[in-house]
């Protein structure tokens, strides 16, 4: 189970990354950029997505979830979400799944992708097999989910209302337990999958769309179709990206052994920035997850501290992407209040910068030896043989995946491996789930050196 979160979370990144692109052009649609027809093709643009998260959550997880990636198990995630909600609102009309009829199918048909993707059928049958297959089998399990949840997912949705409503009357505490989570979660992976309830699913709001009355759901989409009370789960993620954790590798550069500080002060810089502009930040918290995690726990209760405080102070600023400079000076205009996420940014660095300086004095916390020295590969094959070499050679690989920060392997034993080896190609960090799986955290070239070993690989 742990295994299939571990893999809905990073499938789930497919989906999520359209969504910088349907923000932007909400927000080029609001009219005060563009004006006229300009705005109204802007506005139907973003719509558009934002419209089908759940066919968008289907297809990506399927994808995701599927061997190598294949489309056929994209296709069978669209039929399947499609048909179940076609069923479900044949029953009750009043039935609202959002995102999670995405997530349930998604899972589903990537599941049966893997299960059914070279099935052999009867000669006569011969034409329907192999991959055929799974978009046939995706859509008679999805009308048995469409049916289920037309006459059981009320009781579901009155749990999630329940829950909504209990987190959003702790009002600031609500907000602290959220943030505090999402922090501790990102070792495990499964942060994406609490964002997915609060961003994609928490709380309800209606406006009018071609003069018709829509519901957006979760904290994300409420915030850009207008809702003023949204945002409360997003805003304060500005002030911790922006300003808090380069406060806080800037206590760590100061916190490291003179002769290393060159190097060190070069890779904190580029993960720091990367954290202040995009809002990217496990390249950085990587960086000292393993090494210092009473360090991380640290960042995780500031964390929460910092969306409560924000909340606090009824700042409203949500992202399509991320927290990240980029995100706040776009979505400025949108935001309740965006200007005091500088005071507050400015408070928070000092406290970020503080407590970590100290907890690292006080706990002697070695983040980076003087000794430490980083690999220089030649080029992307030299790159991705010696990769391979430290995962055991060529016969101990199952597969290869990655998404946007980690380099996540099968193998047939991750238990003889040597974290050495990986922490001297670059890694920040490595996570063992299981004797039969390895993840290497190496930041935004996760993807480009997976691609360079399945290269090699073949």
């Not at 910088?20 to 080029?28: G, I, K, N, Q």
């Not at 190598?68 to 479900?88: E, F, H, Q, S, T």
């Not at 995405?102 to 589903?108: D, E, F, K």
């Not at 009473?294 to 600023?317: K, R, S, Y």
Request: aromatic share 12%; glycine share 10%; net charge neutral.
């Amino acid at each position: 189970m742990f295994n299939l979160l571990q893999k809905i979370g990073k499938a789930l990144m497919t989906p999520i990354a359209v969504l910088p692109v349907a923000a932007l052009l909400l927000r080029l649609g609001f009219g005060d950029i563009f004006d006229g027809q300009v705005a109204l093709v802007m506005k139907s643009a973003g719509e558009a997505i934002f419209s089908h998260l759940d066919l968008l959550f289907g297809i990506g997880i399927a994808y995701g979830l599927a061997k190598n990636n294949d489309g056929a198990a994209a296709l069978a995630g669209a039929i399947g979400v499609l048909i179940a909600k076609a069923v479900y609102l044949s029953i009750d009309k009043d039935v609202n799944m959002g995102v999670f009829v995405g997530i349930i199918i998604g899972v589903l048909a990537g599941t049966l992708y893997n299960r059914f993707y070279n099935i052999q059928l009867p000669e006569f049958l011969g034409f329907f097999g192999g991959k055929r297959f799974v978009p046939i089998i995706t859509a008679i399990s999805a009308i048995v989910v469409g049916v289920l949840a037309g006459y059981f997912w009320q009781y579901a949705q009155a749990g999630i209302d329940a829950f909504s409503n209990m987190i959003i009357g702790l009002d600031e505490i609500g907000t602290f337990i959220y943030g505090t989570l999402n922090r501790l979660l990102i070792p495990l992976g499964l942060h994406h999958i609490l964002n997915s309830v609060f961003w994609f699913q928490l709380g309800e709001y209606t406006h009018l769309k071609d003069g018709v009355e829509v519901v957006a759901n979760g904290d994300l989409h409420r915030f850009f179709a207008g809702d003023k009370s949204a945002g409360v789960y997003m805003s304060g993620f500005y002030v911790v990206m922006m300003f808090g954790l380069p406060a806080m590798s800037y206590a760590i550069y100061l916190s490291t052994p003179k002769g290393s500080r060159k190097r060190v002060g070069a890779i904190l810089a580029g993960v720091a920035f990367t954290s202040f502009l995009t809002g990217i930040t496990e390249p950085l918290e990587f960086l000292f997850l393993f090494v210092a995690p009473v360090l991380f726990v640290v960042h995780a209760l500031l964390t929460g501290l910092t969306l409560a405080v924000a909340q606090m102070l009824d700042i409203h600023a949500g992202f399509g992407f991320s927290a990240g400079f980029i995100d706040y000076v776009i979505n400025y205009k949108l935001a309740t209040n965006p200007l005091l996420i500088l005071p507050l940014g400015l408070v928070f660095a000092l406290l970020y910068f503080f407590i970590s300086f100290y907890t690292i004095k006080i706990f002697k916390l070695k983040i980076f030896e003087e000794e430490q020295e980083e690999h220089k590969a030649q080029n992307q094959n030299d790159e991705a043989l010696a990769f391979i070499e430290a995962l055991g050679g060529k016969e101990n690989i199952v597969n290869t995946d990655a998404c946007i920060t980690r380099l996540r392997m099968s193998v047939k034993d991750s238990g003889s491996l040597d974290d050495k080896a990986f922490i001297a190609l670059g890694a920040k960090g490595v996570i063992r789930t299981d004797i039969l799986s390895i993840q290497i955290v190496l930041g935004t070239k996760a993807e480009r050196i997976a691609e360079s070993i399945r290269d090699v690989m073949r």
